[in-house]
C-alpha cells in the first residue's frame, strides 16, 4: 500500500532563517506531488505540484520554493522566512495508484517568530 | 477558473442525528471529480468520500452519502447517525480529471452530545 509522510511534524524559525519541509511517497512510482498551505481558520492553497523529476509548477508568487529530486521525494523550501509563510504546510500526492484521489500526509506546523 | 462554494462556515447537530453540508462548484468541465475531506483537530486531511461526475448514482461509504446534482453544480454531503468523532472541519473539493484539487473554504461541525 501507499504511504506518504512529511516532517517535521512542528517548526518554530525566526524570520529570515531557512526553510526545508520534505515529504516522501512509498509504494507507487511517478506520483503527482503537491504542497498546500493552510493559514489559520482559512482552507487550504495550492502552492506547488510537479508531474515529475524535475517538473515544478507555482500556482502563487511568493517567498518559497520547491525541488523534486526523486520521483518519490517533494521538498519545499525558502532562503528566508517571513511572518506571513506561518501556516499549516500538507504534501500530498495522487496517481495511477490511487485512482487519482489525492492523499495527504500528516502536515507540518510553521511558526515564524 | 473553478470554483467551489461552501455557504455554511459553521453546522452542529445533535449526536446520532443527520445533518447536510452543502456544496457548489463551478466549472465549464465534464469530466470531473468531486471529494469531501474532513480535518479533525489533528489538522490530518482524511478523505471521506468520492463521486466521479460521469456516475450518476449517488456515492456511499458507511454512515456518509452524497447527493450529487450535476446540472446543479451541487454536492452536499450527508452524515446519518452523527456521532462524537465526526466533529471536524469538512471541506469540499474539486478536481478535473487527474489534477489538482481546488477546495473551498469548509464547515466547522460541531456535534452536541
Known amino acids: 500500500s501507499q504511504t506518504i509522510h512529511q516532517w517535521p511534524a512542528t517548526l518554530v524559525q525566526p524570520v529570515g532563517s531557512p526553510l526545508s519541509l520534505e515529504c516522501t511517497v512509498e509504494?507507487?512510482?511517478?506520483?503527482?506531488l503537491y504542497w498546500y498551505r493552510q493559514a489559520a481558520g482559512r482552507g487550504l492553497q495550492l502552492l506547488f505540484y510537479?508531474?515529475?523529476?524535475?517538473?515544478i509548477s507555482s500556482e502563487v508568487p511568493q517567498n518559497l520554493s520547491a525541488s523534486r529530486p526523486q520521483d518519490r521525494q517533494f521538498i519545499l523550501s525558502s532562503k528566508k522566512l517571513l511572518l506571513s509563510d506561518s501556516g499549516f504546510y500538507l504534501c500530498?500526492?495522487?496517481?495511477?495508484?490511487?485512482?487519482?484521489?489525492?492523499?495527504f500526509g500528516e502536515g507540518s506546523w510553521l511558526t515564524v517568530v | 477558473a473553478q470554483t467551489v462554494t461552501q455557504s455554511q462556515p459553521e453546522m452542529s447537530v445533535q449526536e446520532a442525528e443527520t445533518v447536510t453540508l452543502s456544496c457548489t462548484y463551478d466549472t465549464s468541465e465534464s469530466d470531473y471529480y468531486l471529494f469531501w475531506y474532513k480535518q479533525p483537530p489533528s489538522r490530518q486531511m482524511i478523505l471521506v468520500i468520492r463521486?466521479?461526475?460521469?456516475?450518476?448514482q449517488n456515492a456511499t461509504e458507511n454512515r456518509f452519502s452524497v447527493n450529487f446534482q450535476k446540472a446543479a453544480k451541487s454536492f452536499s454531503l450527508k452524515i446519518s447517525d452523527s456521532q462524537l468523532g465526526d466533529a471536524a472541519m469538512y471541506f469540499c473539493a474539486y478536481q478535473p480529471g487527474g489534477e489538482k484539487l481546488t477546495f473551498g473554504t469548509g464547515t466547522r461541525l460541531t456535534i452536541i452530545p
Open positions: 500530498a500526492w495522487n496517481g495511477a495508484a490511487a485512482g487519482n484521489t489525492i492523499y
Open positions: 509504494g507507487t512510482s511517478n506520483p503527482n
Open positions: 510537479s508531474v515529475g523529476i524535475g517538473q
Open positions: 463521486q466521479e461526475a460521469y456516475k450518476q
